[in-house]
Structures are given as C-alpha cells and as structure tokens.
C-alpha cells in the first residue's frame, strides 16, 4: 500500500508540475499578460509600465518569471482580485459551497438513475430497454446542457410554474427547503449528460462482471437471480465506477459552469464568467489553476478509495 | 444471465438478427442521412429563402414561426430566424469540421511520436495529454477565446488546442502495440527511417480507430463552439452561428420560445448524427471503445 500511495503521489505532483506549466503559458497569452490590469487604466503611462515591469520583475527571463509565479502559488499567495481587491483564494472560496452543492447533489441522481439503467439494461440485455437505454444515452450526450436548462425553465418554471427559473434560494427565506426547491432543475439538467456516460459504463461493467466464473459458481449453487445481482455483480460492478466518477470531474465542473450560467447560481462556474466580463484576470486564472488541481484531487482520491477497497490493485 | 432475460413479445422480436442489424447500421446510416440534409439545407437553404440573414425588419420583429413566408419566424430584430439558422450552420459545422482536422492532426502526430519513440519523450508528451485533461475544458477554452481575438479561425484553433488528447491517447497506444510487430521489424531491418516507419508503415494500419475518434471530435467541437458562443466569448454577431443565436434567447424564453428551441434543436440533431455515425463506424472498424 505504502508503495501504491507513493507512486500515485509522485504521479499527482507530476501532473501538478504540467498543469501549472500550461496554466503560465495562458497567463502570458492574455494580451497584456500579468500587467493586463494596469492596460485599461488611461492615467499609466507607458514608463509607468515599464517601471512596473522592473519592479515586478517581469523583465528577467520567462522560466524565471515562471518559478516565481508557481512558488507564490504554492505559498497560497494567488493575487488579488480587480475588482475589489480581495484575495482570490477568498473570492473562491466564497463560491465553491454553491457549486460543490450543485455537483453533489446532480451527481447523486447521475450515480442513481445511471446505475439502475446500466444494470438493467446489461440483465435485459438487446431488450427495447436496453435498446432505448444505448439510443437515448447518445442523444442525452448530443443535447447541449444549456439547451436542455432553458427548455426546463420554459417549461418547468414559465409554462408549469413548478419550479423557480433561477437563483439558489428565495431573498428572506433560508430554509433548507427552499434551497432544495431551487436546486431541483439545475441538478437535473447538470446530470443529464452523467446519467448518459454512467449508464453505458456500468452496463459493459455488469456484463463483464456477469460472465465471470464466482457468477456461475453462484448460480449452481442455487441463488436466487436477485441475490446474485445484489450481492456479487452490482458491489464489483460499481467499483471501476469510482474511478470513472474521478475521470468525469473535468465534464462535471465545465456542465457546473454552463448550468450556473442559465440558472444565476452564484457558483465558481458563474463567477469565472463573470470575472471574463470585467477582465478579471486573476480570477480567471486562479478559477482555472483552482478547477485543475481539484480534478487532480479528485483522481488521486477515487483512486486511493478504489486502493483501499480492492486488494487487488493495491498489491499489484 | 437466461433466467433474468425478458422474454415479451416485443422482446422476442426484437432479439431476432434481422432487426438488431437493421437497427445498428441503420442508426448511422440516418446520422449520415441527417448530416447530408443540414449540409444541404445550409448551402442551398439561404439561396432558396426570401429574406437575407442580415436583413433587419422592426415592423416584423418577434414573429411567431409560419407568419407569412418566415417559416421559422423572426428575431428581436426582425431577421428571418430560417435564413440565419442555415448561414449560422454553414459556420457551426465549419468550425465543427476544421476544429476536428487540426485536433486529430495534432493528436495524431503526438500519438504517433509518443507511442513510436517511447522513453522519456514518449512520457512527457503523454503526461502533457494528461496535464491538458485536467483542465475543464470550457474553463481552458474560455481563457484562451477571452485572450485572444475572437476570429473564426482564432475559435477553430482554440477548440482544437481543447480536444486533440483524446486522439493521442488512442493513437499512442494503438502504434505502442503495433511498434513490436513484425513488419516494423522487418522495416527496420531494411534500414527505412524512423519517419517512413512511424507515418507510412504503422500509421495506415491504425486508420480506423483514428477515423472513429475524429467523428466523435466533430460531435464534440460542434457542442463546444455551440457553449462559448452561447456564452458570449465564440463566434460574434453579426456572424450568426447557432451557439450566438442562443446568445440572447433567455431573456425572451416567455415571450418568443421559438428562438430558444430552433437552433438548440439544430445543434442536438448535428452532434447526434455525428455520434451516431461514430458509433456506427466503430462496429465497422471493430474498436473496442469506452
């Protein structure tokens, strides 16, 4: 074990290190580069920006500039926003419960709803429902999330009037239930695209497990069908599938964006959009450094989750 | 397995060969049929369609569709909702396409390097692959789109940079399993160079997987320009592509839905015809896919 946690450690630092490459070389895309705050500002001259340059050091060479960038990083000093001057670990950290929220709860019934459609449809294999679980996966895949949330509003909310169109909860009521009313349509439509890519994953990983040979034996022990589902197939089948919840993080958080933006939830997704709008480059880069290193969180602890639970891979 | 299996009539005939086949090709035979349609309703659709897709008329804004000869309706402006559907898709399925081009390119190249070479470059081309997975892509893309000028080619190239890992990945490891295979050796042997090897002894023989990921990357460039242009950061007005028709169509959902649902309603068409083409050729080209 002790081996396996330090390989995938190593390996996480690894993609940390190449992350935060890719992550600089956007940061000196943006034109302006570090300095871009400073461009919109009419009283800086051009010496002013060139002093500035000096002080900031943004004259010594890039791989230089980069290590500086990077150790500040590490150190938690992640700039200060434009716009009001906080911190951005702070201007995140006010954001990431709505979105952490949206995720959580759109990922339960991604998990639900995927799971039942998977095991069915591989036990009812070539069945219309299986047939209709394939079809209808490639289409959920096919429909753009932000298409399907403004279809929802228009029909939940402006035809129906069941649901609110937007916003996490109602300005004066707090309460846990107006939050879940909220959260109804933006999760739904999030898990839209998941409950598609979970269903096909767990389907081919019930076939596999099914036609192992502990299955047979099973059966000619004389178990029931259902017992044999329950207890052997649907515990090995759903434990590739935390790996696979550690791989979709990335399309999870880019659907987090989208939806947020249809349903003004005040999540990260709608504050990186927001931070574009005014320029706010600090935020943006913090917002996508911040969104990377989660997803290597995420795969570093599916996978040490995955570890502890199976032998198998652990010892390997 | 038998015990559990269904077994009602609609089931019964629908276990029969005929009707699995039937079904399995002719999915991607209607994504081709689809595909064909909206390239041609694109190219001839403005010609035929009495209104020009820039023409702005106030009198006739917010008409419903089938008014008169706006078979689709109209815009906040008053331009035919028909006429800009089919010029915004000539440059949706532009992007689209040349977006998959420059991506399976680059993914192609890379794959076959890394997968070819092996050792220390393999690795860090293909940690790079990882390192560029672990953005959201919509994340990457929106900072790129933002920074740079949003041109159409500027778009194209910043959706590729998004989407050719995929690409790499399978192409590393089909040529990794292909390297060790007797024709490469033999190859070798007569003393041809590491570039005729890589590109034209290994490279045809790994086609088809290429061919299926570079389909499904269509699909996938489609929905991508589609979200940032829906976000306000793609292709701009008065250049209409089917993502910036949405742009604004929230704010009228309750007063004119049709905006909302027309072009969203093309791109789901586009992208499932492309994934069910990739599907299709997948079962043709027998890869094992995920």
Same mark, same amino acid.
């Given at each position: 074990?002790?081996?396996?946690?330090?390989?995938?450690?190593?390996?996480?630092?690894?993609?940390?290190?190449?992350?935060?490459?890719? *992550?600089?070389?956007?940061?000196?895309?943006?034109?302006?580069?570090?300095?871009?705050?400073?461009?919109?500002?009419?009283?800086?001259?051009?010496?002013?920006?060139?002093?500035?340059?000096?002080?900031?050091?943004?004259?010594?060479?890039?791989?230089?500039?980069?290590?500086?960038?990077?150790?500040?990083?590490?150190?938690?000093?992640?700039?200060?926003?434009?716009? #009001?001057?906080?911190?951005?670990?702070?201007?995140?950290?006010?954001?990431?419960?709505? &979105?952490?929220?949206?995720?959580?709860?759109?990922?339960?019934?991604?998990?639900?709803?995927?799971?039942?459609?998977?095991?069915?449809?591989?036990?009812?294999?070539?069945?219309?429902?299986?047939?209709?679980?394939?079809?209808?996966?490639?289409?959920?895949?096919?429909?753009? &999330?932000?298409?399907?949330?403004?279809?929802?509003?228009?029909?939940?909310?402006?035809?129906?009037?069941?649901?609110?169109?937007?916003?996490?909860?109602?300005? *004066? #009521?707090?309460?846990?239930?107006?939050?879940?009313?909220?959260?109804?349509?933006?999760?739904?439509?999030?898990?839209?695209?998941?409950?598609?890519?979970?269903?096909?994953?767990?389907?081919?990983?019930?076939?596999?497990?099914?036609?192992?040979?502990?299955?047979?034996?099973?059966?000619?022990?004389?178990?029931?069908?259902?017992?044999?589902?329950?207890?052997?197939?649907?515990?090995?089948?759903?434990?590739?599938?935390?790996?696979?919840?550690?791989?979709?993080?990335?399309?999870?958080?880019?659907?987090?964006?989208? &939806?947020?933006?249809?349903?003004?939830?005040?999540?990260?997704?709608?504050?990186?959009?927001?931070?574009?709008?005014?320029?706010?480059?600090?935020?943006?880069?913090?917002?996508?450094?911040?969104?990377?290193?989660?997803?290597?969180?995420?795969?570093?602890?599916?996978?040490?989750?995955?570890?502890?639970? #199976?032998?198998?891979?652990?010892?390997? | 397995?038998?015990?559990?299996?269904?077994?009602?009539?609609?089931?019964?005939?629908?276990?029969?060969?005929?009707?699995?086949?039937?079904?399995?090709?002719?999915?991607?035979? /209607?994504?081709?049929?689809?595909?064909?349609?909206?390239?041609?309703?694109?190219?001839?659709?403005?010609? /035929?369609?009495?209104?020009?897709?820039?023409?702005?008329?106030?009198?006739?804004?917010?008409?419903?569709?089938?008014?008169?000869?706006?078979?689709?309706?109209?815009?906040?402006?008053?331009?035919?909702?028909?006429?800009?559907?089919?010029?915004?898709?000539?440059?949706?399925?532009?992007?689209?396409?040349?977006?998959?081009?420059?991506?399976?390119?680059?993914?192609?190249?890379?794959?076959?390097?890394?997968?070819?070479?092996?050792?220390?470059?393999?690795?860090?081309?293909?940690?790079?692959?990882?390192?560029?997975?672990?953005?959201?892509?919509?994340?990457?893309?929106?900072?790129?789109?933002?920074? /740079?000028?949003?041109?159409?080619?500027?778009?194209?190239?910043?959706?590729?940079?998004?989407?050719?890992?995929?690409?790499?990945?399978?192409?590393?490891?089909?040529?990794?399993?292909?390297?060790?295979?007797?024709?490469?050796?033999?190859?070798?042997?007569?003393?041809?160079?590491?570039?005729?090897?890589?590109?034209?002894?290994?490279?045809?023989?790994?086609?088809?997987?290429?061919?299926?990921?570079?389909?499904?990357?269509?699909?996938?460039?489609?929905?991508?320009?589609?979200?940032?242009?829906?976000?306000?950061?793609?292709?701009?007005?008065?250049?209409?592509?089917?993502?910036?028709?949405?742009?604004?169509?929230?704010?009228?959902?309750?007063?004119?839905?049709?905006?909302?649902?027309?072009?969203?309603?093309?791109?789901?068409?586009?992208?499932?015809?492309?994934?069910?083409?990739?599907?299709?050729?997948?079962?043709?080209?027998?890869?094992?896919?995920?």
């Amino acid at each position: 074990m002790r081996g396996f946690l330090l390989n995938r450690l190593s390996q996480s630092l690894v993609l940390l290190l190449i992350v935060s490459v890719i *992550g600089f070389v956007v940061l000196n895309l943006i034109p302006g580069g570090p300095l871009a705050q400073f461009g919109l500002d009419p009283s800086m001259t051009q010496d002013d920006l060139d002093r500035l340059k000096e002080q900031l050091g943004l004259n010594r060479p890039l791989w230089m500039q980069y290590l500086d960038w990077a150790w500040r990083l590490v150190q938690g000093d992640w700039g200060h926003s434009f716009r #009001d001057g906080a911190p951005v670990l702070d201007v995140i950290g006010r954001h990431i419960f709505a &979105t952490l929220l949206l995720m959580g709860s759109s990922t339960v019934i991604a998990i639900a709803v995927g799971t039942w459609i998977g095991i069915r449809g591989a036990t009812h294999r070539y069945s219309v429902f299986d047939y209709l679980g394939t079809v209808g996966a490639m289409v959920a895949l096919s429909i753009p &999330t932000f298409w399907f949330g403004l279809i929802g509003i228009y029909v939940f909310s402006l035809q129906l009037g069941w649901l609110p169109a937007g916003n996490m909860y109602t300005i *004066g #009521d707090g309460s846990a239930l107006n939050y879940m009313h909220h959260l109804i349509l933006p999760s739904i439509v999030l898990a839209l695209v998941h409950v598609a890519i979970w269903s096909r994953y767990m389907r081919s990983a019930t076939l596999d497990v099914i036609s192992q040979e502990f299955v047979k034996t099973a059966r000619a022990k004389g178990l029931s069908e259902r017992r044999i589902l329950m207890k052997h197939v649907v515990g090995n089948a759903l434990l590739p599938m935390i790996t696979l919840a550690g791989v979709q993080l990335p399309s999870v958080l880019t659907g987090a964006l989208v &939806t947020e933006t249809v349903f003004t939830w005040p999540g990260m997704g709608r504050l990186f959009l927001d931070s574009l709008g005014y320029s706010d480059y600090p935020v943006v880069m913090g917002l996508l450094m911040f969104s990377a290193i989660l997803v290597i969180l995420g795969n570093l602890i599916a996978d040490i989750a995955v570890a502890v639970i #199976d032998p198998r891979i652990r010892l390997s | 397995m038998t015990a559990i299996a269904a077994n009602s009539n609609l089931d019964r005939w629908w276990n029969s060969r005929t009707a699995r086949r039937f079904m399995s090709h002719h999915l991607a035979l /209607l994504g081709m049929v689809m595909i064909a349609l909206l390239t041609l309703a694109c190219v001839l659709g403005p010609h /035929l369609l009495p209104y020009d897709s820039l023409y702005i008329d106030l009198r006739a804004r917010f008409a419903p569709p089938l008014t008169g000869s706006h078979y689709l309706g109209t815009d906040p402006l008053g331009r035919d909702v028909a006429a800009r559907l089919f010029m915004a898709g000539r440059i949706s399925l532009l992007v689209g396409f040349s977006a998959m081009l420059l991506s399976t390119l680059i993914g192609t190249l890379v794959g076959v390097i890394a997968g070819y070479r092996g050792g220390w470059l393999g690795m860090a081309l293909m940690r790079t692959v990882d390192g560029f997975l672990s953005f959201p892509s919509i994340f990457l893309v929106l900072a790129l789109a933002a920074a /740079l000028k949003p041109s159409p080619i500027m778009i194209t190239v910043v959706i590729a940079v998004s989407s050719w890992m995929e690409v790499a990945r399978i192409v590393e490891a089909e040529v990794r399993s292909l390297r060790e295979r007797e024709f490469v050796q033999a190859g070798r042997m007569l003393g041809l160079s590491g570039t005729h090897i890589m590109f034209r002894e290994i490279l045809p023989n790994a086609i088809g997987p290429i061919i299926v990921a570079a389909t499904l990357t269509v699909a996938r460039a489609i929905l991508m320009e589609a979200y940032i242009s829906f976000l306000g950061y793609g292709i701009q007005p008065p250049l209409p592509s089917w993502g910036n028709m949405l742009n604004g169509a929230q704010q009228y959902l309750g007063t004119a839905p049709w905006l909302a649902i027309i072009p969203g309603a093309a791109i789901t068409i586009a992208v499932t015809s492309f994934n069910f083409i990739g599907d299709g050729l997948r079962d043709a080209f027998d890869v094992r896919g995920d």
